[in-house]
């Protein structure tokens, strides 16, 4: 007799490859869709922002109690940057692009003067050790984040504008490195290293993106770390922090090494599932910063490591997501735009998260949209909403949009229908199905005598 065992397992062996087809299919269906790429960005930047209230909230009340008598003093500061985002966002989402690459060089010049005042003793505040901000009553702003983005979208124009001779090295890096250089010497006096770091990942990333030679791009790197051991030993606390990073076994506990040890604490108190939300003992004045720098050690503390990972995915889907639109996209400034902002925000992430693990030295980089800092989560939505804006320029979106118009929401913000690109399109993406319109379009027009 032959045994039942097997046959009734063929069957729910059977059903679940089929639903394991049926659910690959509906995905990539999904994924396939004109507005995707939309409704992902949208899902990351809001799930990120919730996500860094309810941490915020979490981990600053006992020193906002300290400090102020509420708990809630730090969290009342970052909801109502949140707020300002919001509109930040929307602006983001709103404007054209074809004029914002028209206001790029406006922003960068007002980018450098502000870089400049905020070095003048009484107009700029001194906080952390570094004379880095403008205090405007309860607001303090930071003038260091609108220069990333200014870089981001005036280098995205000279590039852009140069697309054919950017494997001549003099015209791929004249006059984009100069004023990175310019831009870096301002904000290393005041000093923060923390944010060149930041400026220099977005001029990596401009290069990366524009398709410049590889050789380049290696002789930079290489300039780049030697810039960065250089200015990492400059400075006496520096040098302590990266002799605490080679050598944790031998340096004070107490000392340089004390941050990124109770960093690691937490994430091990978490363990797979945390402590419980608002339960960590680490922001209880064992753990500096913990409401900033090392926010993502009271994420693993608090929803342990699963927490951490769904931290870690989304901004995954912020990677991919960035990418997908930056492929995606027939204009190459809105292209270099999209893809450098995406390495940028992506690459403080891993920068941040890899010293709260012990896996870089402790450079002072927020993690964005999740640690508190109200200029940068300012300049983080207003990043999303540019992506936002960018997905809504897809060719599928546009022609979708324009085809079947907007929905009620995109009504009520004010949003215009986005316009087709009209320039010249990069090599191998068609402007539209071949025919007599095509063909006629590849003929040269004569000019009249």
């Not at 046959?7 to 994924?31: C, I, K, N, V």
């Not at 990942?201 to 290489?222: K, Q």
């Amino acid at each position: 007799m032959t045994p039942a065992g097997p046959r009734s397992a063929r069957p729910a062996a059977g059903t679940a490859r089929d639903h394991t087809e049926r659910a690959q299919a509906a995905l990539t269906a999904w994924l396939a869709r004109p507005l995707t790429s939309l409704h992902i960005v949208l899902g990351v930047f809001g799930l990120l922002t919730l996500v860094g209230l309810v941490m915020v909230l979490s981990a600053s009340s006992v020193q906002a109690y300290s400090e102020g008598g509420s708990s809630y003093g730090v969290f009342a500061r970052q909801l109502l940057f949140c707020l300002v985002g919001l509109v930040a966002f929307w602006v983001g989402l709103r404007i054209r692009p074809r004029m914002l690459r028209a206001l790029a060089p406006a922003c960068l010049a007002g980018s450098v003067l502000l870089l400049v005042l905020v070095l003048v003793p009484g107009i700029g505040h001194v906080r952390g050790g570094a004379r880095s901000w403008f205090v405007l009553g309860p607001i303090s702003v930071q003038p260091t984040e609108l220069a990333k983005i200014s870089l981001a979208l005036w280098g995205a124009h000279v590039l852009a504008a140069r697309q054919r001779l950017l494997h001549n090295w003099r015209q791929a890096l004249s006059p984009l490195v100069p004023v990175t250089c310019v831009l870096f010497t301002l904000i290393v006096l005041e000093p923060d290293l923390g944010s060149a770091l930041s400026l220099a990942i977005v001029l990596y990333a401009l290069l990366f993106v524009s398709g410049v030679p590889i050789r380049l791009l290696g002789a930079l790197t290489l300039g780049g770390l030697a810039g960065a051991v250089a200015l990492g030993l400059s400075a006496g606390y520096r040098q302590a922090r990266i002799t605490a990073f080679l050598s944790p076994e031998t340096s004070d506990p107490l000392g340089a090494s004390y941050q990124a040890r109770q960093a690691l604490y937490s994430l091990a108190d978490g363990g797979l599932f945390g402590v419980g939300l608002g339960q960590g003992r680490a922001k209880w004045d064992y753990l500096p910063n913990a409401h900033n720098d090392f926010i993502f050690a009271i994420i693993g503390e608090e929803l342990g490591m699963l927490g951490a990972l769904a931290v870690l995915g989304l901004f995954g889907a912020l990677a991919f997501v960035g990418l997908r639109i930056a492929t995606r996209s027939v204009d190459p400034w809105l292209k270099l735009v999209v893809g450098t902002l995406t390495i940028w925000m992506v690459g403080q992430a891993l920068i941040n998260v890899g010293y709260v693990v012990g896996l870089l030295p402790v450079t002072g980089i927020p993690l964005p949209l999740v640690s508190s800092g109200g200029s940068a989560l300012v300049t983080a939505l207003f990043v999303g909403g540019l992506l936002a804006n960018a997905a809504r320029h897809e060719p599928e979106a546009v022609a979708a949009l324009r085809t079947h118009g907007q929905g009620r929401v995109a009504r009520l913000l004010g949003l215009s229908l986005p316009e087709p690109y009209r320039g010249r399109l990069r090599p191998g993406v068609p402007t539209q199905a071949p025919g007599r319109a095509s063909a006629r379009a590849q003929v040269p027009r004569q000019r009249g005598r």
